[in-house]
């Protein structure tokens, strides 16, 4: 609505638009950027209002508007604003006989698999970005997995934003950019590949940003393209989510034998060439695609991290589950190398899972909360499919739990969302009801703290903080699992929970989390020591 109203008011020689919206409004983020953009060169005002917005500031900067529109209708009555013409074309990604083709800003059509394309992915944690490449590469295209964001990146993409969207949306756009200016050789085609989503998430508006980008920018042979069911995965074939379904649930895993081996190995720098070596193999065996290859080689790796020498058994290392947004809580930069900070403290951080993710969006077909209908064969198709991915994840995660450093057990996506169902309902979709009921399923069970880190602004992240701020004690823990009497013991004289709520724009913590990071260790830490006192006793 608020679109069609801003073409209209463009086209209108004596309407001039006023945007008016508040500090941290999540959509609107992203649709004044888009009603900039249809105004152009017609001026347009800003306001944004917060509750200490003083009126005397208002009136300066409408009086100003008010000047400039009527010098700007002068200049039109003397013809000498004219309207700029476009000659650009973007590069854009097409369908056509069941695969995907990209058609160059000339006009000429290749397919993904053409020398000259390369499909580009932003990192989203460096693991699962390198293990799904690895996937694409297996299929014939030229993959390039990109470094992990930094403050190269991250300064990139606050100049070509606005600042007010989200992280994701900044680093993936500075990613993007980075890749251009310094990587893209000329007669390369490149095809940045984005996922998509709906739901009350930004998320889904990062795809037409990044269109929205390109052709401002006007970069030439630059296209974006998204994996997706209703695309039929481009072509690649029944097997595809087989696949790519390996690569999440391996990298995941591996993200936290990392974890536990910097905060445990004896020798951390020697544990890492250990860890580097092994991962590049693992890497080879999802890009050659065989099932049995891939085990072999997970099996190899996981005796060769167990025979890492480390300071004390893995079960006794206490540990912290870190939830939250699922590009921030994976991502080095947007975390601020929490994961490395947490082992030089002695703590393993497990991250949660992009698994999850996969496994929610199977609940809500399943439970019939998505909105698209589904036909009988594709219920039968989706409930096959459900069969063998709860098969592989079992597999995998038993295979590398045979390291000795992780003790992976497959989700419970129905307890998540039982967990959290007293304080968020489940009607409404989205990563909040995954933290609330995952940050209660892990504390204490199996982690002696919750650090939940999103986006600054990021509405989820600011809903499931507000309810895990209210819930996050032993009343609402022993209420999961009430028949628990290990778990009574251990909450027996305790209150509250460690948990701490972050916020990430990107830039180094102040001073005040830094402060309550070390409060929440040390909390943390006596939790850890009650836990071991009680398992002991049991």
């Known amino acids: 609505?608020?679109?069609?109203?801003?073409?209209?008011?463009?086209?209108?020689?004596?309407?001039?638009?006023?945007?008016?919206?508040?500090?941290?409004?999540?959509?609107?983020?992203?649709?004044?950027?888009?009603?900039?953009?249809?105004?152009?060169?017609?001026?347009?005002?800003?306001?944004?209002?917060?509750?200490?917005?003083?009126?005397?500031?208002?009136?300066?900067?409408?009086?100003?508007?008010?000047?400039?529109?009527?010098?700007?209708?002068?200049?039109?009555?003397?013809?000498?604003?004219?309207?700029?013409?476009?000659?650009?074309?973007?590069?854009?990604?097409?369908?056509?006989?069941?695969?995907?083709?990209?058609?160059?800003?000339?006009?000429?059509?290749?397919?993904?698999?053409?020398?000259?394309?390369?499909?580009?992915?932003p990192s989203m944690g460096r693991y699962g970005c390198e293990a799904f490449a690895a996937i694409l590469k297996g299929y014939g295209f030229n993959a390039k997995a990109h470094r992990e964001a930094d403050e190269a990146i991250l300064k990139i993409g606050r100049a070509n934003t606005s600042c007010k969207e989200c992280l994701p949306l900044i680093l993936t756009t500075g990613t993007l950019l980075s890749y251009i200016r310094n990587g893209k050789r000329d007669d390369e085609v490149l095809v940045y590949f984005f996922a998509t989503g709906s739901g009350p998430c930004r998320f889904g508006q990062y795809y037409i940003f990044m269109e929205d980008l390109v052709n401002r920018l006007e970069i030439p042979d630059v296209a974006m393209f998204a994996l997706t069911s209703e695309n039929s995965y481009v072509g690649m074939g029944d097997d595809f989510e087989r696949r790519g379904w390996w690569a999440v649930?391996?990298?995941?895993?591996?993200?936290?034998?990392?974890?536990?081996?910097?905060?445990?190995?004896?020798?951390?720098?020697?544990?890492?060439?250990?860890?580097?070596?092994?991962?590049?193999?693992?890497?080879?065996?999802?890009?050659?695609g065989d099932y049995e290859g891939l085990e072999r080689q997970l099996s190899q790796s996981a005796e060769r991290f167990r025979g890492i020498a480390l300071k004390r058994p893995p079960q006794t290392v206490p540990t912290i589950a870190l939830a939250g947004e699922i590009f921030v809580r994976r991502d080095a930069l947007s975390r601020q190398y929490l994961t490395e900070r947490l082992a030089q403290k002695g703590f393993a951080a497990i991250c949660s899972p992009v698994a999850e993710w996969v496994l929610y969006c199977n609940y809500m077909v399943d439970e019939g909360l998505n909105p698209d209908n589904m036909r009988p064969l594709e219920k039968l198709k989706f409930k096959i499919r459900n069969k063998f991915q709860a098969r592989y994840e079992r597999r995998i995660k038993a295979i590398l739990s045979g390291s000795g450093l992780v003790h992976a057990q497959p989700l419970d996506m129905r307890k998540i969302i039982n967990n959290a169902s007293p304080y968020i309902s489940?009607?409404?979709?989205?990563?909040?009801?995954?933290?609330?009921?995952?940050?209660?399923?892990?504390?204490?069970?199996?982690?002696?703290?919750?650090?939940?880190?999103?986006?600054?602004?990021?509405?989820?992240?600011?809903?499931?903080?507000?309810?895990?701020?209210?819930?996050?004690?032993?009343?609402?823990?022993?209420?999961?699992?009430?028949?628990?009497?290990?778990?009574?013991?251990?909450?027996?004289?305790?209150?509250?929970?460690?948990?701490?709520?972050?916020?990430?724009?990107?830039?180094?913590?102040?001073q005040l989390i830094d402060a309550k990071l070390e409060t929440f260790c040390l909390r943390a830490e006596r939790l850890h020591q009650r836990i071991m006192e009680v398992n002991n006793k049991h």
């Not at 951390?268 to 092994?278: G, N, P, Q, V």
């Not at 609330?436 to 989820?460: D, K, N, Q, T, Y």
């Open 1 to 121: 609505m608020i679109m069609k109203a801003s073409r209209l008011v463009e086209r209108h020689p004596q309407l001039f638009g006023t945007y008016i919206t508040n500090f941290s409004c999540g959509p609107d983020s992203f649709v004044i950027g888009y009603f900039r953009e249809i105004m152009g060169r017609k001026p347009s005002l800003t306001l944004e209002l917060d509750s200490h917005t003083a009126d005397a500031g208002l009136d300066t900067r409408v009086e100003a508007f008010l000047d400039i529109v009527q010098a700007y209708r002068q200049l039109v009555a003397r013809k000498e604003i004219v309207p700029k013409k476009r000659t650009f074309v973007p590069a854009r990604t097409v369908m056509d006989n069941g695969g995907v083709n990209v058609i160059t800003s000339m006009g000429d059509m290749l397919p993904l698999t053409d020398p000259r394309v390369t499909v580009l992915l």
């Open 249 to 288: 649930i391996v990298s995941d895993v591996i993200e936290d034998i990392r974890s536990m081996l910097l905060a445990n190995a004896v020798d951390t720098r020697s544990a890492m060439k250990i860890f580097e070596a092994e991962w590049s193999k693992i890497l080879n065996q999802l890009e050659n």
């Open 426 to 510: 489940r009607d409404l979709p989205g990563e909040a009801i995954l933290t609330v009921g995952g940050s209660m399923e892990e504390v204490v069970s199996h982690s002696c703290g919750v650090i939940a880190i999103g986006p600054f602004g990021c509405m989820p992240n600011r809903l499931s903080e507000a309810i895990l701020n209210e819930t996050m004690n032993s009343k609402a823990k022993m209420a999961t699992e009430p028949g628990n009497k290990q778990l009574r013991a251990v909450l027996t004289d305790i209150d509250e929970l460690p948990f701490l709520a972050i916020e990430s724009d990107g830039s180094p913590f102040p």
